[in-house]
Antibody, heavy 117, light 107 residues
Framework: EVQLVASGGGLVQPGGSLRLSCAVS????????IDWVRQAPGKGLEWVGR??????????EYAASVKGRFTISRDDAENALYLQMNSLKTEDPAVYYC????????WGQGTTVTVSS | DIQMTQSPSSLSASVGDRVTITCRAS??????LGWYQQKPGKAPKRLIY???SLQSGVPSRFRGSGSGTEFTLTISSLQPEDFATYFC?????????FGGGTKVEIK
């Protein structure tokens, strides 16, 4: 069964940092793009960023709203994707989902990030 | 950035009704569009990919159509489990963008 499990969310102060993890199973991690998507409370979906597959050098793309603050990385040995979030702002609180594929066919359950002093 | 304008933002319908949701792209995206269903507290679930291809396991009452800038999701006969919020996603170019969502409520 294809699964993506996001974790690492929590409460952080403005300006703080947090690292989210996405553990995958049931498919060959290196063969797939993996994205982060977020959803602020009561709002719609916002694409955050992407890690391409190994064939494309695991290169990354980011939304303008997070570029320079957020970094996506992978650990092939752990079958895990990470979202390092620095300089967190009051507009970053959301449920963060990891999704598989350039066309987002499977989604994980999400992890909640709260930014508050 | 490509803007995805989704309409309506909400609708009320009865079981058995035919429901149509539209997404309009601000520029052509070929058929690089997916439709998703989201229920409260849950992750989105993909229904349609490549504008008109039905995701495996999704009931055939869901149908996607369109290409270029105009796309439609049709539910031919609304079932109780279909009351949810629906989103479109364009994956043609960066940044990837979603429609604003359509909440389908019980009349």
């Amino acid at each position: 069964e294809v699964q993506l499990v996001a974790s690492g969310g929590g409460l952080v102060q403005p300006g703080g940092s947090l690292r989210l993890s996405c553990a995958v199973s049931g498919f060959t991690f290196s063969d797939h793009y993996i994205d982060w998507v977020r959803q602020a409370p009561g709002k719609g979906l916002e694409w955050v960023g992407r890690s391409r597959d190994k064939a494309n050098g695991y290169t990354t793309e980011y939304a303008a709203s997070v570029k320079g603050r957020f970094t996506i990385s992978r650990d092939d040995a752990e079958n895990a994707l990470y979202l390092q979030m620095n300089s967190l702002k009051t507009e970053d609180p959301a449920v963060y989902y990891c999704t598989r594929g350039y066309d987002m066919d499977v989604w994980g359950q999400g992890t909640t990030v709260t930014v508050s002093s | 950035d490509i803007q995805m304008t989704q309409s309506p933002s909400s609708l009320s319908a009865s079981v058995g009704d035919r429901v149509t949701i539209t997404c309009r792209a601000s520029q052509g995206i070929r058929n690089d569009l997916g439709w998703y269903q989201q229920k409260p507290g849950k992750a989105p679930k993909r229904l349609i990919y490549a504008a008109s291809s039905l995701q495996s396991g999704v009931p055939s009452r869901f149908r996607g159509s369109g290409s270029g800038t105009e796309f439609t999701l049709t539910i031919s006969s609304l079932q109780p489990e279909d009351f949810a919020t629906y989103f479109c996603l364009q994956y043609n170019s960066y940044p990837l963008t979603f429609g604003g969502g359509t909440k389908v409520e019980i009349k």
